[in-house]
C-alpha cells in the first residue's frame, strides 16, 4: 500500500491523516491539541477505533512524538508500513513558492525568513516540518503553501496603495491564504455541479477559526480577503480582519501599545474573542440565541462584513453562479449561512431554510430551486489537497 502522511500544523495545534494514495481514504487521523498549554489533548482514529490522551505537550516536536506514541499503540504501524512521502501545510510561501516543493535545509531557509509575516503559522509549520525530518529521515518530506492558489491574482487585486518602492523592498503586497482549501472546494463544486470549473464564476467562503473569502473565474484565484498575512479580512475567531489603519497610529499614540502589543490586539484579543469573550462560534451563536447582547453585537458584525464581502466578489466577477461554505462554521452552522445570504434576493441569492438546517458531512446544496446562484455546502479537505499535491511533486 503506498500512504502518504500529511501534518495541517496550526499555532496551537496541528491535524493529520495518513492517506492510502490507491483509494484516497484516510486509513488513520488525528489532532494533537493545546500543543503549549499545561494539559495537552491528542485524538487519534485508526482502524482500530477512536484512542484519546490528555498529556503534556510543550511544543511541536512533542507534538509530533505523542501523534508516533498514538500510531504505535493504536496503528497502523508507521515502522511495518513507512508513508512513500510527507506531506506538510505551510501557510506563506511569500513570492518564491508557487508549486508543491520539495523540503531542502534551503527551503528551510526560506520558510523561516517568511515567518515574520506568518507569525502565528510558519515557525509551527517549520517545527513539525523538522520533528518530521527526524522520524522519518529516509523519505521526501513535501511542503504545499496556502499562499500559492491566489498566484494568478493580477496586479490590482494584490497592490496596496502605499509608496511602491518601499512595498516592494519589504515584500508588501497581498499573498492570501486558505489557498489549498479554495482550490480543492472550488474544483469540488464543480464535480458536484457537474459543469467545466472553466465556465464558473464562484466565491467560496472559507470560514473556520482562520476565515477568508475567495473569488474565483473559471478556476483561478481572482480576489481574496486575507492580505500580506493572514489578518486581514473576514472577522475571525480571534483576528480582527479589515481595520482603518490609522486605529493603530491612533492606539500606540493614546493606548501605548507598541507594536507586539498591537500584534497581540489584532492576532489574538479580537475577532470574537474581543467581541464576545470567546473565540469559537458554537459559543457565540448559543450566547446570541439567549439574547447576551455581546454576542450578538459580534455575530451581527462577522455577518456584516461576510455580506460586503459577497457583494465585492459578485462586482469583481462580474456574475456569479456558486457561493460555497466550507470549514468549521461554514459546514455547520446554519445561523451563520442563513444570515450571511439573508436580503441578497437581489442579487438573485435565495436560500432553501430547510436545505439549510440539514446536517450532513456531504456536499449539498442549500439555495432555492428559483435561486439564481447555486449555495453549496462542501467539506473542505485540506489534507487530501495536500497528499494529493505531495505525490505529484516526487513523482
Ligand atoms: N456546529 C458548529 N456551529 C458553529 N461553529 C462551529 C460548529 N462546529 C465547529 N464550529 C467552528 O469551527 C471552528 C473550527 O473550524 P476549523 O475549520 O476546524 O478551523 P481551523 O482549521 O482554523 O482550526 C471552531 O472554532 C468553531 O467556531
Ligand atoms: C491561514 C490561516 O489563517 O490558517 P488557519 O485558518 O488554519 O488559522
Ligand atoms: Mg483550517
Redesign the pocket.
Known sequence: MSTILVINS?SS?FKYQLIDMDTENAIASGLVERIGESSGHTTHRGPSGTSERTLEIPDHTAGFRAMLDAFAQSGPSLDDDPPIAIGHRVVHGGKRFFEPTIVTPLVELNIEDLSDLAPLHNPANLEGIRAAEKAFPDVPHVAVFDTAFHQTLAPEAYTYAIDAELAERHRVRRYGFHGTSHKYVSEEAARYLGKPLADLKQIVLHL???ASACAIDGGRSVDTSMGMTPLEGLVM?SRSGDIDPAVLIHLSRRAGLDTDGLDELLNRRSGLVGLAGR????DV?RAAAGGDASAERALATYLHRLKHYIGAYFAVLGGLDVITFT???GE??EV?RAGALEGLGALGIRLDPERNAVRSRDPRTISADDSAVTVLVIPTDEELEIARQTQAAIA
Not at 279 to 282: C, L
Open positions: 496550526g495545534s473556520g477559526n482562520g475567531g473565540g469559537d462560534m458554537r451563536t470549514a468549521g462554521v455547520n452552522s451563520v
